[in-house]
């Protein structure tokens, strides 16, 4: 099968499977959200009081599991696109009000990394799938900052959506980066920045140049299947980690 009848597959059986019209999805089936509320360790207390700094870490962050949609695009080749796409929820549970900026990298298996897109027809296609009547923002209409949720019955909860073109396209010619995820993936992260103001100083001893890590939200998942047939139900959730990167 040549690339070209291998995409035209790929797409149509993707699009047959779903009917060309996936079904609203107004609420979540427990265990389908992943909840974090993450602390601050021991370690970043005492080096933020030594410092005398304000070292934060925000209070709740909520993601589904990456689903997947096909929308038609008017100008790209092929015009039927497939994108992965991400669901987060971030709340600010205290009194100060928290700088929100978001970020979102996906890097897979093969050695790819993907920076989170912004397409305004596939964000209003997943908003009219998950919830008409809740705005989804992205990473960076998101950007902004988040007021305290302390008191009784107050959630001011940001709601948005990562996503990456997922169209299956064959592989670019040598030298050239691949721009939609390869489908041949087996398993890949999530990285999220923005959800902490943490950070390391380190030094490079060979130059003596200094760098800095940011606290990231490593998000972990598998994706086992055919790559001609990608489904949201292979994406599995594997569990997350904070690092420094």
């Known amino acids: 099968m040549n690339t070209t009848l291998s995409l035209v597959v790929a797409c149509a059986l993707f699009g047959q499977q779903r009917n060309d019209a996936p079904e609203p999805i107004l609420t979540k089936a427990p265990g389908v959200e992943q909840i974090l509320r993450p602390k601050l360790t021991l370690l970043e207390e005492e080096e933020a009081k030594a410092k005398g700094t304000d070292t934060w870490i925000i209070d709740e962050f909520v993601i589904v599991s990456p689903r997947m949609i096909t929308v038609d695009v008017p100008g790209k080749q092929p015009s039927r696109r497939m994108y992965l796409y991400m669901l987060w929820r971030v709340t600010n549970r205290g009194e100060t009000p928290r700088h929100c900026v978001p970020g979102y990298t996906l890097v897979d298996d093969r050695g790819g990394v993907y920076i989170d897109i912004i397409a305004p027809k596939a964000q209003r296609a997943i908003q009219a799938r998950e919830d008409p009547l809740r705005p989804l923002e ?29 169209t299956p396209l064959p592989d670019p010619p040598a030298g050239q980066r691949r721009t939609t995820i390869d489908p041949k993936l087996n398993s890949f992260d999530i990285l999220v920045s923005g959800l902490s103001n943490g950070f390391k100083m380190l030094e490079d001893p060979a130059t003596g140049q200094k760098k800095i890590q940011r606290k990231t939200l490593q998000l972990k998942f598998a994706r086992p299947g055919d790559e001609f047939r990608p489904h949201e139900r292979e994406v599995r959730y594997l569990g997350h980690e904070w690092i420094y990167q």
Do not use: H, T
């Open 138 to 166: 992205n990473s960076i209409s998101a950007i902004r900052m988040l007021e305290g949720s302390k008191e009784e019955g107050l959630e001011n909860s940001l709601y948005g959506v990562a996503l990456w073109d997922a």
